[in-house]
């Protein structure tokens, strides 16, 4: 993989807070596109082909990762917390966690757990953990040392990464492969198909706020007005969890999402997509998920808008550390570069006519 994605994941960014993500995107889209193009919420996108007499085609990832920030100070010091997306409390129990200060800064700090000890011989059955009953340990010793350490009301906080490769060298492990993996292939896409004589005017990059119900999306596209729309997200993957046939598989290719509740997809984008992988030997799974991505909102843009999500295999999203898998990664790739090598006028109206 290139270095874009594991560079990416390194980097802090919760809803609201994505500027050293969107800094990192940035820079590298400037190095291959001919204009950037940035929204008042933060999404960013680097344009290629501008001006073509072809459709217009817009192709994201988004920045934010699940996090939470900092919604007080206990006077032993332990800080309190909300979740910034959707997450549990019993996943993030007993997980290191950074604060994150102004200056980029890391106030390293674990989620408090109480041990088998303090609870045994008790008769009271444990419940299920709200994010918001976890209290974070920086090792503070009192509030006011807590704010000595650099502790401020309304700072964010992200799982502290610990990027691995498995024992075979074919699996990544980290944080925020959701969606940062989106982010490094639009990067690739910027890169790779800067130079190639594409039939559309193309927007390579990523939304804000999209774990927060979509927002960087619905004011991008409000922004760019594509006619085609491709999300690149991390899909969470059930087959450890005795998945079924359209609940996703590491290592069997990407994830064609069919139907989740907010974006039934649009049949002749369907029939388009597995006519090209089919036609290219690019492996692929179908995909139903209950949960959304940019795809939704983009769909409703401007009097409606052909949209599709290419879907990464993931296991264990929205915790601190999920895994992908290479073989996966460069199934998406194939898919998305060669997608958007064909689109033009007659491809477009071709899938429009397929409703």
């Given at each position: ?125 444990p419940k299920p953990l709200q994010f918001k009953d976890l209290l974070l340990d920086i090792g503070a010793d009192s509030k006011e040392h807590a704010k000595e350490l650099g502790v401020k009301i309304g700072q964010q906080i992200v799982p502290h990464n610990n990027y691995t490769v498995s024992k075979d060298g074919k699996k990544y492990f980290s944080k925020a492969w959701d969606d940062r993996f989106g982010c490094g292939m639009s990067l ?168």
């Open positions: 993989m290139e270095k874009f994605y594991r560079e990416l994941v390194d980097l802090p960014g919760a809803p609201s807070f994505e500027k050293p993500v969107k800094d990192y995107m940035k820079k590298h889209l400037e190095e291959y596109t001919e204009e950037i193009v940035e929204d008042r919420l933060g999404s960013v996108f680097g344009v290629i082909n501008k001006g073509a007499k072809g459709p217009r085609v817009m192709i994201a990832g988004h920045m934010d990762e699940v996090g939470a920030v900092v919604t007080g100070i206990k006077d032993n010091g332990l800080v309190k917390m909300t979740n910034l997306g959707g997450v549990h409390g019993n996943v993030f129990l007993s997980q290191h966690m950074d604060i994150i200060t102004n200056d980029l800064e890391k106030i390293p700090g674990v989620t408090a757990s109480k041990p088998p000890h303090l609870t045994r011989g008790s008769n009271s059955k690739e896409v910027a890169k790779t198909l800067s130079k190639e004589d594409l039939n559309c005017e193309l927007y390579t990059g990523a939304t804000v706020q999209e774990e927060v119900g979509l927002r960087g999306a619905q004011t991008a596209a409000g922004l760019i007005k594509p006619d085609v729309f491709i999300a690149v997200d991390c899909s969470p993957c059930a087959d450890v969890f005795d998945g079924d046939d359209v609940s996703g598989s590491i290592g069997e290719g990407f994830l064609l999402r069919f139907y989740d509740p907010s974006a039934i997809m649009h049949q002749g984008m369907k029939d388009f997509i597995t006519k090209v992988a089919d036609d290219n030997n690019i492996k692929y799974q179908y995909y139903k998920s209950m949960g959304g991505t940019d795809a939704a909102r983009v769909q409703l843009a401007n009097g409606g808008t052909l949209v599709a999500t290419i879907g990464m295999p993931a296991r264990y999203i929205h915790s601190t550390t999920s895994m992908i898998s290479e073989d996966d990664y460069q199934e998406v790739r194939k898919i998305v570069l060669t997608l958007l090598k064909m689109f033009d006028e007659d491809t477009v109206k071709q899938i429009k006519a397929n409703v």
